[in-house]
């Protein structure tokens, strides 16, 4: 069983629990990022890759397109558009496997590369920072940019909630924790400047002075590298280094890690004026705002010990992870379990056939030794879930009501806060699967609100069927009441 402990650090506060999962990184962390990747005979576009609304097409079959032309535009407040990752045409539009565990369809743009990778004509900005605030945001929201650390929010929505409330602090997570990927040390090593200047231009966005990097203690290269490039920037841009541990990455574990301020249960990073993006997303918001090039590939980590050449490699958006993990050396034979992210918070899938999307930061083909399987045992109320919860919850409390149906209960003791982490599982030593316990009552509570909000809604409609029928009666009984005095005042008129 893993070691873990929990760190206190003076002003800064404590980092609430965390653990220490082998790293294995190190067949990636000293290679390259590769941009050289083949162009593959499809690209499987999602239209749903963002958190929000997905994406409408606003091409159609059999239409020629160019590198980073709008292939699908946002829907409503929070969506994010799609744009060609290379030249070709758009070979149909269809339902295809979601990069998800469930990798059920969902609807796909097609697209045939011509293998020319022509661009369309780019509106390059000289100085970014002689835009208005807004124009920031929307530049980066036309160029279809979400958070790159995993989440995929849209990141004009963030940028423009900070400076509507007015932040203090931009927060950059550089941390990096889960194992395996590398793929955002490799990015600040080779291109901190860049990454530093997409810093710069989202604090112009914000409106905000304040930025803070945080970098794991164990990525020496790439703190030097920030380091260096944040330097002619008169402390803008100030860049320090957090204890590895996971979740580090979390927003509310670097928030109070940094600022010593507590983001309230069920509350926004923004509400302790703070907003969080990822280094790659700073990167992706540089490649936007001043060279107009819209969100297209990203670097991800491919690897795993079904892996022969582990790599980091700058892809096509639409990618199958298949041919990513081809293109590795991967062996089919010897892979027991396929994970996109890492291996803490990730998602299995049942097969790599899925396309990347903009929030794939690994792909991860593990053999059966790096899959243990055993049976859980009973808990031992040892307490070390509690210890490990990064959130400050009691996992073995939770779990003992989920078993026991009460699901509601679980609510009352966090689940709401619960961030999936998994350290709680990693640490348990009965290895009960604790973090799926958590996973499956957050998804039936889901479940049932919606059951009861279709059941509330056929009651409804039901409710306003029969009043209108009511009153539909009502209006034929007076019609008829008014239609036979008419008749009988016409009788007597006759009479008369």
């Not at 920031?136 to 995993?150: N, P």
């Not at 990073?269 to 090039?293: C, E």
């Not at 690994?362 to 307490?383: F, H, M, N, T, Y």
Request: a neutral charge; proline letters at 8%.
């Amino acid at each position: 069983m893993a070691a873990f402990k929990l760190f206190s650090f003076g002003a800064s506060g404590k980092i609430r629990g965390g653990v220490h999962p082998e790293p294995r990184k190190q067949a990636t962390s000293d290679r390259p990022i590769e941009t050289a990747f083949p162009l593959p005979p499809l690209l499987y576009l999602s239209l749903q890759q963002h958190a929000g609304q997905p994406a409408e097409p606003v091409v159609r079959v059999g239409e020629r397109v160019l590198k980073g032309q709008l292939l699908a535009a946002g829907q409503g407040t929070i969506s994010a558009p799609v744009h060609a990752p290379t030249s070709g045409v758009v070979t149909d539009i269809l339902d295809y496997p979601a990069a998800h565990p469930s990798a059920l369809p969902t609807p796909t743009l097609l697209l045939e590369p011509d293998g020319e990778d022509r661009w369309i004509e780019t509106q390059e900005v000289a100085d970014p920072f002689s835009l208005p605030p807004e124009e920031i945001s929307a530049r980066v929201g036309a160029a279809g940019v979400v958070g790159m650390g995993g989440a995929a929010f849209p990141s004009a929505v963030k940028l423009n909630l900070g400076r509507k409330t007015k932040i203090q602090t931009l927060l950059i997570n550089g941390g990096e924790c889960e194992p395996y990927l590398t793929c955002d040390d490799r990015l600040m090593r080779e291109r901190a400047a860049d990454i530093v200047d997409g810093i710069l231009i989202m604090l112009h966005g914000l409106e905000c002075n304040q930025a803070i990097v945080g970098i794991e203690d164990n990525k020496p290269e790439a703190y030097a590298a920030m380091r260096e490039a944040a330097a002619p920037h008169g402390g803008k841009v100030d860049v320090r280094q957090v204890p590895s541990l996971y979740p580090m990455g979390w927003d509310k574990q670097l928030i109070r890690y940094f600022t010593g301020k507590e983001v309230p249960a069920g509350g926004r990073s923004a509400d302790v004026g703070v907003l969080m993006h990822n280094v790659a997303t700073a990167y992706a918001v540089q490649q936007a705002v001043r060279y107009g090039k819209p969100l297209v590939s990203r670097v991800v980590t491919v690897s795993g010990s079904a892996v022969a050449a582990p790599r980091n490699v700058e892809a096509p958006i639409g990618t199958l992870l298949a041919d990513l993990l081809a293109f590795c050396g991967h062996r089919p034979d010897d892979t027991a379990s396929y994970v996109m992210g890492g291996p803490m918070m990730g998602d299995s899938l049942p097969h790599p056939k899925v396309p990347l999307v903009k929030g794939t930061c690994g792909i991860l083909a593990l053999s059966p030794q790096e899959v243990a399987v055993s049976d859980a045992k009973a808990c031992i109320r040892c307490s070390r879930c509690v210890s490990a919860c990064p959130a400050g919850l009691l996992p073995l409390e939770m779990m003992a009501r989920i078993r026991a149906g009460q699901l509601e209960s679980a609510l009352g003791y966090g689940l709401k806060d619960c961030i999936s982490c998994g350290s709680c599982s990693y640490v348990c030593p009965s290895e009960i699967p604790l973090v799926h316990y958590f996973k499956y009552a957050s998804g039936e509570l889901v479940a049932r609100e919606q059951m009861k909000h279709r059941t509330e809604q056929t009651k409804r409609l039901a409710e306003e069927r029969q009043a209108r029928f009511e009153r539909h009666k009502r209006e034929q009984a007076a019609l008829a009441a008014q239609r036979k005095a008419q008749a009988q005042q016409r009788k007597a008129e006759e009479a008369a």
